[in-house]
């Protein structure tokens, strides 16, 4: 069963740092873009960063470059998404994704979502 499942999620100081997890169970990540999204209530879902399969490249939302950084680990099956300078705009419900095709056959990529993880900045 293909699984992603999202850690990390907390209560923060504006400033302050945090670092979220999704762990990938059911599918090996190595041939799959992975993102992290976030939403608020009355928001729509929305994209804070992007990794190509390999870790080559990256791609962030304006309103977190300089703050969040995203990475993976394929050997580990994991994505990392790093917080800082947390700002009260950051509060959201962060989601992992997972899209790519399941091998170099398949003509149409498959979508994964996690259950999310609750970041919460507040003083």
């Known amino acids: 069963q293909v699984q992603l499942v999202e850690s990390g999620g907390g209560l923060v100081q504006p400033g302050g740092s945090l670092k979220l997890s999704c762990a990938a169970s059911g599918f090996t990540i190595n041939r799959y873009a992975m993102s992290w999204y976030r939403e608020t209530p009355g928001k729509e879902r929305e994209l804070v960063a992007t990794i190509s399969s390999t870790g080559a490249s990256t791609n962030y939302a304006d309103s977190v470059k300089g703050r969040f950084t995203i990475s993976r680990d394929n050997a580990k099956n994991t994505v990392t998404l790093q917080m800082n300078s947390l700002k009260l705009g950051d509060t959201a419900v962060y989601y992992c994704?997972?899209?790519?095709?399941?091998?170099?056959?398949?003509?149409?990529?498959?979508?994964?979502w996690g259950q999310g993880t609750q970041v919460t900045v507040s003083s």
């Open positions: 994704n997972a899209r790519g095709r399941r091998s170099l056959l398949s003509q149409a990529e498959s979508t994964y």
